[in-house]
């Protein structure tokens, strides 16, 4: 059985209603989303809600409280297929240095009926390091990951905006667990938008941050990084085919 999926992080500031229109014209069976966001801005309140309205998809989301001052955000995993079961849990908690690494992150699934067949899918989007480097921080946050992508044996494919490069700890972490299913690691993701922050500046695409992987028994069919000119981030798109 082939089915596509597709992995994006829709930044925050991006226009909901474009990117609700980006996924009708690239109609897509499963759809993982980070920096989806619940406070009205743009017009449009419970970006989640109105992303699965749209698409007339089923939908599983976790909003995340950033703290005061800030937009709310949510991992959401959008599906034509029926939700069956869902959970999710803390792999970052903060602690009060209101650092961009010291924010909850949290890690998302939910396991889908596919024409009778179970298929896990999940989703997360990782702490920010600056540059991108590894921190024991954020080691820290991708052993929590790693230690629950390793009781995951089959049916199961993992995406996220992961915000580390493919030479670092967290990548090896996960890939010596998961196959990337997903396009070539030299393809990159981010950024489309100018970016500052704490010294580092980047305005040019040149960082790959985003990624699907799954288990042995999932192979992939094709796998590509989307053109757009919404959010900071392109989209990944892969055809996968289950056992």
């Excluded at 009205?40 to 698409?55: F, M, S, V, W």
């Excluded at 959008?78 to 079961?85: A, G, K, M």
């Excluded at 905006?161 to 972490?173: E, G, S």
């Excluded at 489309?192 to 922050?197: D, E, G």
Aim: hydrophobic share 35%.
């Amino acid at each position: 059985m082939q089915i596509s999926i597709l992995q994006w992080n829709i930044w925050y500031k991006e226009d909901i209603r474009n990117v609700a229109k980006f996924l009708l014209e690239h109609p897509t069976d499963i759809i993982c989303l980070q920096e989806l966001t619940i406070q009205n801005i743009h017009e449009i309140g419970h970006t989640p809600d109105y992303i699965a309205k749209r698409l007339g998809y089923h939908h599983f989301y976790k909003e995340i409280d950033l703290g005061e001052g800030k937009i709310n955000i949510a991992n959401g995993i959008f599906s034509r297929y029926p939700i069956i079961n869902t959970k999710w849990e803390w792999i970052n908690t903060a602690t009060g240095t209101d650092h961009y690494d010291d924010e909850y992150r949290a890690y998302i699934e939910a396991t889908l009926d596919i024409g009778g067949k179970k298929m896990t899918v999940a989703t997360t989007h990782m702490s920010y390091t600056n540059a991108f480097i590894s921190t024991s921080r954020k080691e820290q946050e991708a052993d929590k990951l790693a230690a629950i992508l390793e009781t995951k044996k089959q049916n199961f494919v993992f995406t996220g905006d992961l915000n580390a490069p493919p030479d670092v700890t967290t990548i090896n972490k996960v890939s010596a667990i998961l196959n990337n299913v997903g396009p070539d690691f030299a393809e990159k993701t981010w950024t489309t938008k100018p970016f500052s922050y704490d010294g580092f500046e980047e305005t040019e695409l040149r960082w790959r941050l985003d990624y699907i992987f799954a288990t042995s028994d999932v192979k992939t069919v094709s796998a590509e990084v989307l053109k757009t000119e919404y959010s900071d981030h392109l989209p990944v798109l892969a055809q996968i085919k289950l056992p």
